[in-house]
């Protein structure tokens, strides 16, 4: 209960708790603003000096500040009101909680309702209770309004204009939020709060002192639109690092919360005309989705199951509860990998210490409100900003072509990824794959048109907002009655007004938004796939009315703008002044950006192409760091001032960013812009760049900041999340299922959780979609079900008419080539710095691929392949997908060895090309990966086929051996892991037929120069890639044994007897006739052909991932540069003759020195491996190159390299590179 203590009046506690001089505002020339003496108190056994508060008080729910006066917590308080009530406000309640206001629940613990108030924390802590943090995903532990957001902001589809009436049937209207003059917080801490400490909008008259916020979400403080703000002697941060869900489980909340709760409690207080047709609804209406057709499910059945996959999930998370059946385990593992979050951290989109706003939402958001300039006369004083961690997500939505989101009741947006069958790797193929959530949005949508055909208008084409279909797409789907609206339209409801209408939906329905294209799509069993509701509609008819979608990126959940973590924020301010604040400790752990925001596909037969839409114009800013940025603000100085210790895993840092405005130049004649005094900044780390300072067009004294380190390029160097290396030496290749010894389908359902010959049709069906959409390719249009799972399925050419190519699956279970095994897998946190590997060395890995296989006339890909011009591949080539099954892999943080399904999808084609020198082939590696436990990623390396010494010989013709040695990237911060799949060991008894190396390391570049302009096309690495001439003998003297002139010209020296004696180049007569060019120049053959010393570029970021022995896997400290230094041959534009054949222009053969950093056995040492080229270097038809090289070690003995050089990908933000191999001794 709230208790009277009188100890002080309140002007004396204002003017003399920190000082005179430190009163509440003492901006130079402005009067200090006192607080008046309070009226009565509202709390309990209150009086005219303090009120204290004690956790009975918040038992019935926010504390509502309505007098002024002094408000002290007399004990620390856990805030979970109406834990009977599910943590919502009763409806017996709604007189003092008016859902007008508390539509998202309880959003506070304190608000504050009139001017001249103190919270004194008193050295107490104010929380949210633990189960009401997992349940309540929108509080602010102090509101310093009587509700969250100015009218027509926030969660506009469900927010109130001033003169609403009040819903629910409570009398009067909505009224304009209270903005309150003259607050002060003070004395204690604030912590786990799921958005912010303390928020506010439009406040005269803030004073935060001694306050330390922590464990929060979204911001520590932040107050829009605020005049005469003093924040000092403050700590910000750290955030919150135990977040439990996704913000997916605050969007399930407030749709069981409508559909079980406010749906029936309002339909039942209908006049008795609609109330009964209504209420009929839940259990009359049905719906069957597209993946389960078979099964008819009520309204009522779809909204039960959600919420009770919200209990299951709710009782184990909170009290361990386990389910007590197979269907109730099953409804579990559904909601753990729709709400669970596995970083712990905050998911939303921004992060921020302090935040001072423009009035209302920030400006990123659609809604923002106000003219600017509204936040003034600020100081923050003595202020630490520490310990800010996040991963927010970016997530993939559709939007209609009036910009209209398809989405749910809080204008939370349906993941449109999660949902598809392939997560959109064809579009063709995408077909709504659902889960409990998704199912009730489209249950919840039906209800809604339901209800408007009973209550407003009936038609099957009303014009809620949540039906963004028009009569006239009505003729997209035969099944509809093809008639106009006014045709089939009977008004029920002559009373009521436009206004009414939409205060309905708000009442009822909140904000969920759908088209009938995706109704259709999420329901019926023959609807097409995704592409269907991205391509250009036939009619500008079908384009007007929701018959285009788009798919949107850079924002998250709730359509917030992605930022990243912010330190410090001031947008559109003056008068402002930081002083002595430290910013420190922050890092994104974030996707730069996800797959699905960063691909292209291409519809067949139309070759439209289909790419994400980003909501911004610049770089992806979802895994940005910023310790300030300062937009369109001005008279602002920044004085003692640390920025340090900011960390990006995958995206850019910014230790200072000024966003100037562009427009309003009349405040530019002085130097009143911004001012910088004693700033430091130092210690930055971001993957894609640091930069101490980013301007753009605000005058600015600079000359106050002093750098300290900046760690831009070994930043780059961190570890992929997760790294699995597999191989196979000296096995057989693939072999086609009909003439295999086993019987593969029976293989893929034993060890695969492809356990059903539907399971395998289906994912053939991915297969194709992907043939389809990412090179061209077509098929009879029942071809995956009208052909077995072994049989031979014809191709067509784009035309429509068939070919010799085919697709057919293959096999490397055959009994004879069973010699295929996963070695190791990595997890690391992103950066290298917790890497922790295990593997059971000698694994069996199960490859079952589908190929796509070229004929003998060859065949032309489009798609997004080869795009609308066309790239023909000669027959014998194929492209692969399929999927791996690593039996029995062990994996870090996972008690028990698992079998893991990863699933492949061939991104180039395969392509042998011969070696001649050492009658070998080779191919290069290129593939998409999905799985469940590790998430998106890519597969490359390269394959070797020994024809010299065949594994055996039928019928005459050699089986040749094969070995190869890919690595698996990746990077994608994983969900929910998969259940462990069952334990299936087969073939153990062959593991000791399998070969392996003694040593691998296993190395990639993936680096990014800075420009475009570097011959990529024809001489795409030896142009930027290296750097030449004089950098060889700097690199062998100061990082090899090879530290004087004669060994470095002997080096070259044997470089050009092998050029003369292994590669039959006849323009070398003696190697010793080159002695008198200096090592720093170059050897010119005639017709451009020219030999020079060569450094590889540390840009290109060339480093060990991770190594492996026999008996273990290590992953390389921070990722172990490694340096390649030597001579090389470059081919020019006449060609030269070789053992190989005439070569071509920008060939390349290299002899040098690897350098691998702790590559020692020890790790405390560096490793020399010598190296040189056994064959050509050149591009195939698919623009990769495949290095092979024999190495020497004093260390590690004799060995190989094989390693794949795809075409570096050029963009407007430079030259990408994408090569990865390995280094193997032993067993070679």
Known sequence: MAIVARKALLPLLLTTAHGGADSLFDHQGQQPNHLRVPAETNGGKSGKSETVLYQEDFEEGTYRVTQPGIYRLGEDIDFGPQKS??????????????????????FAAITIECDDVVINLDDHTLSQSKEFYLVQRFFNAIELNDRVFVQNTGVASLNYQSTDELVKGESGQAGSIVKPKNVVVKNGIIERVSHSGIHGNGIIGLKVVDVHVRGFEVSGIQCNGCEQVRIKDCKVGPSSKEVPVLATFANARFLDFYAKTLIPHGFEREADLYKEPLMSLFDDEEISFADRPNVASSLSAIFDRLHKALTLFRSYHVNGTLPSDQDEEELLLQAKDVFSNPTGLPDGSVIYGILLNR????????????????????????????????????????????????????????RIFDITSDQMRSLVASFYKGNVLSDSYVALWKLSNEFYKIRVYDSTCGNFGSNATFDMNLKLYPSYQEQTCAQLGIQTDSTLTGRDVTNLQKKYFGGIQMTQAVYHWATSPTAMGLDSLLSSPASADSLRSGGRHRIVCDHDTMFHQMQGVIGLKIVEAENVRVINVKVNDLRNTADFTPWVCSHKWQIQPSGEDIKAFALSTGDPEASTVKGIELLRSEDVTIQTMDISSLV?????????????????RTDHSDDSG???????????SGAKGAQPLYITSTPLQTKGISFNSIEEIDSSLRSPRVVISYQAVNAGPPVPVNTAQTDPIAMIKAVTSLDTNDKIRAFRLEVLGFFKTHYGARFEEDANEKYGLTDIIPVMDRDGVFTDSIVSMLSLLDNNSLLYHGSNVCVSDGRGGDSSCTGKLKAPVHDFSISFVVGPSGYTFHGAFGSDQGQFSPAGNYIACGVYSFEGLSVPGRDEESNVMVKYFGECPLDLRPIKTQGLQSMYI??????????????TGAILYNFLDPLFVIDGVPVPKMSLYPTMIFDDIVLDPAPIDKQTSLLTHTLARIESNDIRFNFVADGTYKTRLSAVEALPYPKIHHYTHESVVLFMKRRTSLKTDEDIHQLRKDFLTRLKDEFFISAIVDADQYDDIPLDGEIDLGGGNRIVGYVVNEDANQRVLTKETEVEGIAMPGGSRLHEGGFRLVVGRSGIDTIDGRAAFGTTITQGIYVIENGSPSGDSDAEIEFYSLGLVELNSWSTSIVYQRLYSETYGEGRLLSAQPMPKVDPYGIHLKVSGALVFGNV
């Not at 911004?674 to 930055?684: M, N, P, R, T």
């Not at 290129?926 to 597969?939: Q, R, T």
């Open 926 to 939: 290129n593939c998409a990966l999905e799985s469940d436990l590790f998430g998106k990623g890519v597969a």
């Open 359 to 414: 009035l209302g939402m920030p400006e990123t958001d659609e809604n923002f409100f106000g003219a600017g300039r509204e936040t003034k006369d600020v100081d923050i004083v003595n202020v630490e900003i520490s310990g800010l961690h996040a991963s927010p997500v970016e997530v993939a939505a559709l939007m209609t072509e009036e910009n209209t989101f398809i989405q749910g009741v809080a204008r939370d947006v349906i």
């Open 648 to 664: 990006s895993d995958e995206g850019i840092v910014k230790a200072i960013e000024v966003i100037g405005d562009d427009n309003d």
């Open 674 to 684: 911004i001012k910088f005094s004693k700033v430091d900044v130092g210690d930055l």
């Open 85 to 106: 009530n599910d943590y919502w406000p009763p409806f017996s309640l709604w007189h003092k909680y008016p859902p007008t206001a508390y539509y998202l629940g309880f």
